[in-house]
């Protein structure tokens, strides 16, 4: 047959066909020859390794919707948030009108310590003038990203300051928390909400239980809305340390890998106390791990709507340029035996509408238009309870989406930048007046409440970036957006977890959860014993 060329990542390597026929199966055999002829023949010059690339992910795309491809650059910013640290100087930032936007220096880290604030605008990197360039998040991240002991210099324009002050910083290890969250609701109740089931995700669960339980934690919400999942490794812990004994907490099972099961195996911090944990439609994997595992054993109160329904467990296989493949092996399963997955069989377009239709079909504003047949009821290992399967964790408690403060002129203000844009515009003008007036957040939270005339100043911020005024949709949103001016103030001046007290008390699945720990009977009522 001669010598085929096959092009694998980036490289082309000559191998014989006799090798290929050897080592690989007839279809792989084939799918070289086609890239060679390919190669070899086409009519145009190609770029070899984006063909190459189109086509991985293209024939991973059709197996199902979660086993994909990952280049090296990608998967190096995947590992950055599961890791739970990378190496830089310590920002975090945005890029506003053709401007870097300092918004803070992480505590600690090599920008705060040579001095660099919130507010602050970088000018120039190495010498190279970065502003008004168009330059762009990821060009940013290269230029500031770098292994720990080396240096960037850089120059900011700050506000007060005549001339640009000169800074070189020493790059070093920075962490990237999971834990978005954690305070002392009331006297009893504690709240943690966790972003994302990272390296560092159960060092800074025990720390947050351990100081709620310091401060009088007896009860414990759980907030996994919004978390998209992460390390299996790192689930199965946080389960273990709400389910006593040896409890079952999930397993998996594929064609061509061993079965598997994960138990609870030690002491967990919350064994005991009443537990609510919150999800959403953006809850998946990891996070239905957990709730899952919790509600099969009775252990807690599940609050929200239905979770995202992903339970397909994917294997990395790392290719030859550093890039990678997540391909699915295995599936996952609750202690009651539900499958996590939702079907996936009417193609990627279907799947990737799922939320949207949820929406369509009146699933998000109410629990009656869900219909589950006898065949995906399933009873708790404790209490005998009815839980569901058929894709995702349906709560105990469902809560039903409020769009009643949303108009056009709300989500176009936020869609658009330009809440985001005021903000920090306003924050750099007066934040050292804003922490004069509230030196800590209590003081800020029970004190502060937006005013006509800073909402005056976003209307005709907004104006100016051609968004037309709708004095009726503003009506509807107004006090929607007062709330969230607060928020993004508590953010940016005092820390992500006080965006999230802010916030909390506008959140329906939240007041719940509350409601629930606050009224023993209704905590006992959806954990009642069913007797035949």
């Given at each position: 047959?001669?010598?085929?060329?096959?092009?694998?990542g980036?490289?082309?390597?000559i191998?014989?066909?006799?090798?290929l026929?050897?080592?690989?199966n007839?279809?792989?055999?084939?799918?070289?020859?086609?890239?060679?002829?390919?190669?070899r023949?086409?009519?145009d010059s190609?770029n070899e390794?984006?063909?190459?690339?189109?086509?991985?992910?293209n024939?991973?795309?059709?197996?199902?919707?979660?086993?994909?491809y990952?280049?090296?650059?990608?998967l190096?910013?995947?590992?950055?948030q599961?890791?739970?640290?990378?190496e830089?100087?310590?920002?975090?930032?945005?890029?506003?009108e053709?401007?870097?936007?300092?918004?803070?220096?992480?505590?600690?880290?090599?920008?705060?310590?040579v001095?660099?604030?919130a507010?602050?605008?970088?000018v120039?990197?190495?010498?190279n003038?970065?502003?008004g360039?168009?330059?762009?998040?990821?060009?940013?991240?290269?230029?500031?990203?770098?292994p720990?002991?080396?240096?960037v210099?850089?120059?900011?324009?700050?506000?007060?300051e005549?001339?640009?002050?000169?800074?070189s910083?020493?790059?070093d290890?920075?962490?990237?928390?999971?834990?978005?969250?954690?305070?002392?609701?009331n006297?009893?109740?504690?709240?943690?909400?966790?972003?994302?089931?990272?390296?560092?995700?159960?060092d800074?669960?025990?720390?947050?239980?351990?100081?709620?339980?310091q401060?009088?934690m007896?009860?414990?919400?759980?907030?996994l809305?919004?978390?998209?999942?992460?390390?299996?490794?790192?689930?199965?812990?946080?389960?273990?340390?709400?389910?006593?004994?040896?409890?079952?907490?999930?397993?998996?099972e594929?064609?061509?890998?061993?079965?598997?099961t994960?138990?609870?195996?030690?002491?967990?911090?919350?064994e005991?106390?009443?537990?609510?944990?919150?999800?959403d439609?953006?809850?998946?994997?990891?996070?239905?791990?957990?709730?899952?595992?919790?509600q099969?054993w009775?252990?807690?109160?599940?609050?929200?709507r239905?979770?995202?329904?992903?339970?397909l467990?994917?294997q990395?296989?790392?290719?030859?340029d550093?890039?990678m493949?997540?391909?699915t092996?295995?599936?996952?399963?609750?202690p009651?035996?539900?499958?996590i997955?939702?079907p996936?069989?009417?193609g990627y377009?279907?799947?990737?509408?799922?939320?949207?239709n949820?929406?369509?079909?009146?699933?998000?504003?109410?629990?009656?238009?869900?219909?589950?047949?006898?065949?995906q009821?399933?009873r708790t290992?404790?209490?005998n309870?009815?839980?569901?399967?058929?894709?995702?964790i349906?709560?105990?408690?469902f809560?039903?989406?409020d769009?009643?403060a949303?108009s056009?002129?709300?989500?176009?203000?936020?869609?658009?930048?330009i809440?985001?844009?005021?903000?920090?515009q306003?924050?750099?003008?007066?934040r050292?007046a804003i922490?004069?007036?509230?030196p800590?957040?209590?003081?800020?939270?029970?004190d502060?409440?937006?005013t006509?005339?800073q909402m005056?100043q976003?209307?005709?911020f907004?104006?100016e970036?051609?968004?037309e005024?709708?004095?009726d949709?503003?009506?509807?949103?107004?006090?929607?957006?007062?709330?969230?001016?607060?928020?993004?103030?508590?953010?940016?001046i005092y820390?992500?977890?006080?965006?999230?007290?802010?916030?909390?008390?506008?959140?329906?699945?939240?007041?719940?959860a509350?409601?629930?720990l606050?009224n023993?009977?209704?905590?006992?009522?959806k954990?009642?014993?069913v007797?035949?």
């Open positions: 047959m001669g010598r085929v060329r096959l092009v694998f980036i490289s082309l390597v191998i014989t066909a006799a090798t026929q050897a080592q690989w007839p279809e792989a055999l084939k799918l070289a020859q086609v890239m060679d002829k390919v190669s023949f086409y009519v190609i390794s984006e063909v190459v690339e189109s086509t991985i992910v024939m991973l795309h059709e197996l199902d919707p979660h086993s994909s990952l280049s090296r650059e990608e190096e910013e995947l590992n950055e599961l890791e739970g640290e990378f830089g100087i310590g920002v975090s930032f945005n890029v506003l053709d401007t870097i936007y300092i918004i803070r220096a992480i505590s600690g880290g090599p920008s705060e310590r001095g660099i604030h507010g602050d605008r970088i120039e990197v190495e010498g003038t970065v502003a360039t168009g330059i762009t998040s990821r060009e940013v991240q290269k230029l500031l990203k770098g720990k002991g080396t240096s210099d850089i120059a900011v324009l700050r506000r007060g005549a001339e640009l002050l000169e800074f910083i020493t790059r290890k920075i962490p990237v928390y999971s834990l978005d969250a954690s305070y002392m609701v006297g009893k109740i504690g709240y943690v909400k966790l972003a994302r089931f990272s390296h560092t995700s159960i800074e669960f025990e720390k947050a239980v351990k100081l709620l339980k401060q009088g007896q009860d414990l919400i759980l907030d809305s919004g978390n998209g999942g992460g390390w299996l490794p790192v689930a199965v812990e946080l389960a273990d340390h709400l389910l006593s004994g040896n409890k079952e907490i999930v397993r998996t594929g064609a061509k890998v061993p079965d598997r994960y138990q609870a195996r030690k002491s967990g911090l919350f005991e106390g009443n537990l609510v944990i919150m999800i439609g953006n809850s998946a994997s990891a996070s239905e791990i957990v709730s899952g595992a919790v099969d009775d252990r807690g109160v599940i609050v929200g239905r979770s995202f329904g992903k339970g467990v994917q990395p296989f790392y290719l030859s550093g890039s493949i997540r391909l092996v295995a599936r996952y399963y609750t009651t035996g539900r499958l997955q939702k996936y069989e009417n377009e279907e799947y990737a509408l799922d939320l949207i949820r929406f369509n079909t009146g699933e998000l504003s109410s629990a009656d238009s869900i219909e589950f047949p006898e065949s009821q399933y290992l404790s209490l309870r009815t839980v569901y399967g058929g894709g995702g349906m709560p105990d408690y809560v039903p989406m769009t009643s949303y056009d002129y709300f989500r176009r203000l936020i869609g658009r930048g809440f985001n844009q005021f903000v920090l306003y924050v750099d003008v007066h050292d922490k004069r007036d509230y800590d957040f209590d003081l800020f939270n029970a502060f409440k937006a006509d005339a005056e976003l209307i005709d907004a104006i970036e051609k968004l005024f709708k004095e949709e503003w009506n509807i949103s107004e006090d929607q957006i007062a709330l969230l001016f607060k928020g993004y103030l508590a953010r940016d820390g992500m977890g006080n965006y999230y007290e802010v916030l909390n008390p506008s959140n329906e699945v939240y007041n719940k509350v409601e629930i606050n023993p009977v209704m905590h006992q009522q954990l009642a014993k007797e035949y």
